[in-house]
């Protein structure tokens, strides 16, 4: 996948309301952060995410290149090969499945940490 490709999912996860986007050394990835949660993580090789369960079923029958989650958990998580999906998948849908991703760790933080997140932005994650 081409790096300004990859630039414009970078620059989308740092759009997400309270969303930070860093290099992790010790995993040598890009760690897509929330409140200390991650909800995604990206490589040269692999964009992971979140989703549910069924849904990610769902992902692995309809893209070949969609795969169970590459060193996490393969009930929750998906990985997508980003060398095998160039051309296949367009950035609208790879927002989407960003936006889901951070969407189900958000929906899991605590209600203190929302509410936090509430008052110094007045709006909560669409």
């Avoid at 309270?18 to 090789?45: C, P, S, T």
């Avoid at 070949?64 to 060193?71: C, R, S």
Wanted: aromatic residues 16%; glycine residues 4%; hydrophobic residues 40%.
């Amino acid at each position: 996948m081409d790096f300004e490709f990859k630039k414009e999912i970078i620059d989308f996860g740092k759009s997400l309301l309270n969303a930070k986007i860093y290099w992790r050394n010790d995993w040598q990835l890009l760690y897509f952060d929330l409140a200390g949660h991650f909800f995604a993580l990206m490589n040269q090789k692999y964009l992971t995410f979140k989703n549910l369960p069924s849904t990610n079923l769902e992902l692995r029958e309809i893209y070949p290149f969609i795969i169970p989650g590459f060193h996490v958990n393969k009930k929750h998580w998906n990985s997508i090969v980003l060398d095998k999906a160039q051309g296949k998948i367009s950035l609208i849908e790879l927002q989407g499945l960003l936006k889901g991703s951070y969407k189900c760790v958000y929906n899991q933080l605590p209600k203190k940490t929302k509410l936090q997140f509430l008052s110094s932005s007045k709006k909560e994650p669409k």
